[in-house]
């Protein structure tokens, strides 16, 4: 696999910062499949402390709150004919 995506990459005409982090992207899975999932669990429980955690420094928040805003300040920005 690695032998393929040298050639997508040098073939390409990617932006080098996107070659680069494609490849980060694709080494960091390879490290998280090679855990096993004993260790995985760890990063599991990890994230569900933080979600909790989050959920109660933020009651009610939602994903969708952060495009409505974005919405908003465009549509005050540009006028509702946008």
């Given at each position: 696999m690695c032998k393929d995506l040298n050639e997508v990459l040098s073939s390409s005409s990617l932006p080098d910062y996107f070659a680069q982090h494609t490849v980060l992207v694709l080494a960091q899975e390879v490290k998280w499949h090679a855990l096993?999932?004993?260790e995985q669990a760890k990063y599991y429980e990890l994230a569900r402390k933080e979600r909790q955690l989050?959920?109660?420094?933020?009651?009610?928040?939602?994903?969708?709150?952060?495009?409505?805003?974005a919405l908003k300040s465009l549509m005050t920005e540009f006028g509702s004919h946008f």
């Open positions: 096993s999932r004993e989050h959920m109660q420094l933020y009651p009610g928040w939602s994903a969708r709150d952060n495009y409505v805003s």
